[in-house]
């Protein structure tokens, strides 16, 4: 591969930038529901629904499963993609469903169908927490008067998941593929301190909302010979470094942050539906848009990282004398800040999620200038964004600071993550009629 990998180069960014100009024509499509489908979908509660399940979502999938980022992705898509076709129901179908829009009169209870919804797909997903699980979900319901409203509720959310639960069986999650172990320079292999090789399958699972995994290609990393290279290990070597001088206190804090495995995009997620006041139905769907489109970023990140199986700056740094770069030179001692993720580095697939994420939330919400903000158990910190903006350019370096990644494969993640994004808006969870 590396042979060829300048004239791929050209080729891939062609389609890229053709892909990308073809979603700049794509019109701005509504984001808000009409006042009578909000008013059949606001909740009967003053707790949104799906907001409380969401939570209970990461709790199952973080709290007790631990499942990895590229896990994760794959269960928040399920559950809130359930969750957004049982409300869209019962609201009268006003966007496009995901999947399925259950036989719904706009009576049946909307507390009563996101606990149905999202408890079905919790409970297939881990079986091991079915009790625990049972209790949540009869807690939930408990408070919900009894009468035929309850009850249409339940069955609505129970025919949404298993909907879900019957359309992502066999889709290739938690295969048997490995990524290829090159002795070239810029072949990826297994990085320390553990040496592992861990999530091939993704970039081969069957996307959410994408009719294919490759629809959208990167241009590829510089070649290992060149400046542009030499260039991106310096600064990598430099700032990201576990003993850098020349990192500031607070990209230390950001790369840490951002790094957190416990992801405060769920409670940006969250905070946002709050802080912008969505009811039940605009919530349900810019959750469902939000995690079936990062979903499939990482499903594309993935199949991009088989397709260039490049090595990671640990590797590249500490093996830079065999590069045939005379601009870099080896130090085998060097070791990041962050400890490297266990599979190919380009393209980056937090900045994939990312770049998908933030493209959403803007125009979800028609505007780029809003607050928020996430905690982190690992770095003790909270960070504060004034715009979606500002957030993905501080991960795009948060991940060079980290030593985990060079900066093309953020700026390339975050461009192949927004055409994701496009595609899912142009084809997907639009108003109807």
């Known amino acids: 591969m590396s042979s060829n990998r300048p004239a791929l180069r050209k080729l891939w960014s062609r389609t890229t930038t053709a892909a990308l100009a073809l979603g700049v024509l794509v019109a701005t499509m509504a984001t808000m529901p009409v006042a009578a489908a909000a ?33 994760q992705v794959r269960s928040f ?20 469903p995901y999947l399925v829009a259950p036989a719904a009169r706009g009576s049946e209870s909307v507390d009563a169908a996101v606990a149905a919804a999202a408890h079905g797909v919790l409970a297939a997903l881990f079986p091991a927490q079915q009790e625990r699980l ?5 807690e939930a319901l408990s408070v919900i008067p009894e009468g035929p409203p309850k009850q249409g509720g339940v069955r609505v959310g129970t025919r949404a998941a298993a909907a879900m639960v019957a359309a992502r069986q066999d889709d290739g999650a938690y295969g048997d593929q490995q990524w290829t172990v090159g002795a070239e320079p810029g072949d990826w292999r297994p990085t320390p301190p553990l040496f592992l090789s861990q999530g ?18 990167t241009p590829g990393p510089p070649p290992v010979t060149s400046k542009a290279y030499a260039r991106e290990v310096a600064e990598v070597e430099q700032v990201g470094a576990a003993s850098s001088t020349v990192r500031t206190q607070d990209q230390t804090e950001a790369a840490l942050w951002w790094h957190d495995r416990r992801s405060a995009s769920w409670e940006i997620k969250r905070q946002l539906a709050t802080t912008q006041r969505l009811d039940t139905l605009q919530t349900a769907r810019f959750f469902a848009m939000t995690d ?19 090595w990671r700056p640990v590797t590249a740094i500490q093996q830079a004398g065999s590069d045939g770069n005379p601009r870099t030179a080896a130090d085998p001692d060097w070791t990041p800040l962050l400890v490297t993720p266990p599979f190919p580095e380009y393209p980056s697939g937090h900045a994939c999620g990312t770049g998908a994420r933030m493209s959403l939330y803007r125009h979800f919400f028609g505007t780029d200038d809003v607050t928020f903000s996430g905690s982190s158990v690992d770095s003790g910190t909270t960070r504060h964004f004034t715009s979606f903006s500002q957030a993905l350019d501080e991960l795009i370096g948060a991940r060079v600071w980290g030593g985990v990644h060079f900066r093309s494969a953020d700026v390339d993640g975050a461009a192949l993550g927004e055409a994701v994004f496009r595609y899912a808006v142009r084809h997907h969870f639009r108003p109807v009629g």
């Open 292 to 310: 079936l489109i990062v979903a499939d970023s990482g499903v594309a990140c993935f199949s991009q990282k088989e397709y260039w199986s490049y």
């Open 39 to 71: 008013a059949r979908a606001s909740g009967s509660g003053t707790t949104n629904p799906v907001v409380a399940w969401d939570l209970r979502a990461q709790t199952a999938i973080w709290d007790v499963a631990a499942q990895q980022p590229n896990e």
């Open 134 to 138: 049972r209790t949540e979900y009869d």
């Open 200 to 217: 091939a399958w993704t970039g081969h699972m069957r996307p959410f909302l994408l009719p294919r995994a490759s629809l959208f290609r």
């Open 77 to 96: 898509a399920m559950v809130n993609g359930a969750v957004y076709d049982a409300v869209n129901a019962i609201a009268g179908t006003p966007y496009q």
